[in-house]
Nanobody, 124 residues
């Protein structure tokens, strides 16, 4: 699976951005998808996930501000980010290959496919 992320950039606090990730090489409609982020000096963390059936899961810090969605017609997953905060600054990665059950996304170490990442910088 190849994942191509885009949409990052520099934005002021309280601003908005929409990230996109186009997938190829798989049956996209059958895949669970997720967005992770990694801030400088921190571990990569799951931000949001969406199941093949469009169920969603968010990390607490982005609930109410971020929305994950998917368009199976164009093999793309989106992350709409609003009310951005400086602490949202990170490289954002799209991911697939994990399992989605009990309302959570599970990605065993060494599993899954990753996009190249797109940098989001939020200035205060």
């Amino acid at each position: 699976v190849q994942l191509q992320a885009s949409g990052g950039g520099l934005v002021q606090a309280e601003g908005s951005l929409r990230l996109s990730c186009e997938a190829s090489g798989s049956t996209f409609s059958s895949d669970h998808m997720a967005w992770y982020r990694q801030a400088p000096g921190k571990q990569r963390e799951l931000v949001a996930a969406i199941s093949r059936g469009a169920s969603t899961k968010y990390v607490d810090s982005v609930k109410g501000r971020f929305t994950i969605s998917r368009d199976n017609a164009v093999n793309t997953v989106y992350l709409q980010m609003t009310s951005l905060k400086p602490e949202d600054t990170a490289v954002y990665y799209c991911n697939t290959g994990g399992a989605y059950y009990n309302g959570n996304y599970y990605l065993p170490p060494g599993f899954g496919s990753w996009g190249q990442g797109t940098l989001v910088t939020v200035s205060s």
